[in-house]
């Protein structure tokens, strides 16, 4: 039953994905986060490089310096600008080695998700697995329960118990990308009712029927060792398969250009400073030619030539003495 869950990963992946308009958001949104942001910071020292202070204005001058964008073909594009060329091209490349990183901590994808559970599931059972058979050892081993056969035992009961755990956890997985009332929950809670009622009804008979003296301890140890045992197996598989899914879903941020060192400055712009310094320079000469006009004219009137000289003289006193 655990073998049929390798394919809920195509329906909870739609499911997850139907509400988004655009997956590069979700990455963009990750580059932008805090995490990313202080690791390069600390990596690259940038504090000191901002000559900031404080942790949370060294984040803002970085971005304010970092441009991340995305367009229709879903490729994320991001600059970055500083004075050195060779810092803008490392930090740029930095931001992708951090955001790799992230996405390892975390489980994006279904199979990423059904890999996490199936670890956390395996570790429980073999911690249960240890004491069960620990505690199998302590019961001893007597005649009577070996005639009294534990794997029949163990047959009924373990086997539904193994069943009804296996619908719970198909349960859990569906329930992240299928709500309550989607038929196939429902249909899969029909299930699980009727392999508890099964389980109930095999203890029932189990519990009145007869054992020799002495065997009831060890058959229930032995079941709860085989049970867990059973389950450890199919744990085992499991997380093999979506380690497997993981893989082939293959790396979630794949690098088409990295960043390289640019050959020119990206700011300011040279045709920019160009077309201002001529502006400038226009201005300038049209002001020269203006002042030196009304000059000439003023120089024509001897009471306008006379306030001249003055504040020639005036001008020469205050700079030279």
């Known amino acids: 039953m655990l073998q049929s869950l390798g394919a809920l990963g195509a329906g909870g992946l739609v499911g997850a994905a ?10 963009i949104a990750f580059l932008k986060t805090r995490s990313v942001q202080d690791a390069l910071i600390q990596r690259f020292d940038l504090k000191q490089r901002y000559e900031q202070k ?58 990423q998700q059904r890999r996490l559970f199936f670890e956390k599931q395996l570790a ?23 005639n009294a056969n534990p794997a029949i035992a163990l047959e009924g009961p373990a086997r539904l118990r193994a069943q009804a755990t296996a619908q719970e956890v198909k349960i859990a997985s569906m329930r992240s990308y299928l709500t309550e009332n989607a038929p196939e929950v429902r249909q899969a809670l029909s ?17 009145s029927g007869s054992s020799p003296t002495g065997s009831d301890d060890y058959i229930n140890k032995y079941r709860e060792y085989k049970y867990q045992e059973t389950l450890l197996d199919l744990f085992t598989r499991q997380f093999e398969l979506a380690k ?36 400038v320079g226009f201005l300038l000469i049209l002001l020269f030619a203006f002042v ?17 000289d003055r504040l020639r003289n005036g001008t020469r006193k205050a700079f030279f003495i």
């Open 292 to 308: 030196r006009n009304n000059i000439n004219s003023a120089k024509q009137d001897p009471e306008k030539s006379a306030k001249i």
């Open 124 to 146: 429980e059972t073999k911690t249960k697995l240890n004491a069960a058979e620990k505690a199998l050892t302590s019961s001893g081993v007597s005649i009577a329960a070996l």
């Open 191 to 207: 299930e699980l009712a009727a392999l508890r009622a099964q389980l109930n009804k095999a203890e029932k008979a189990q519990t």
């Open 244 to 279: 497997v899914d993981e893989s082939r879903e293959g790396a979630i941020i794949q690098i088409v250009d990295a960043a390289q060192i640019p050959e020119r400055k990206s700011k300011p712009k040279r045709s920019i400073i160009a077309i201002g310094s001529t502006l």
């Open 54 to 111: 404080y942790l949370d204005s060294t984040r803002k001058v970085l971005e304010k310096n970092t441009t991340v964008s995305s367009g229709k073909e879903n490729i994320i594009t991001l600059q970055v600008d500083d004075k050195d060329p060779k810092m803008a091209a490392d930090m740029a490349n930095g931001y992708m080695e951090e955001l790799s990183n992230l996405l390892n901590r975390l489980a994006v994808t279904e199979a």
């Open 18 to 27: 139907a509400g988004i308009k655009n997956p590069s958001d979700q990455y």
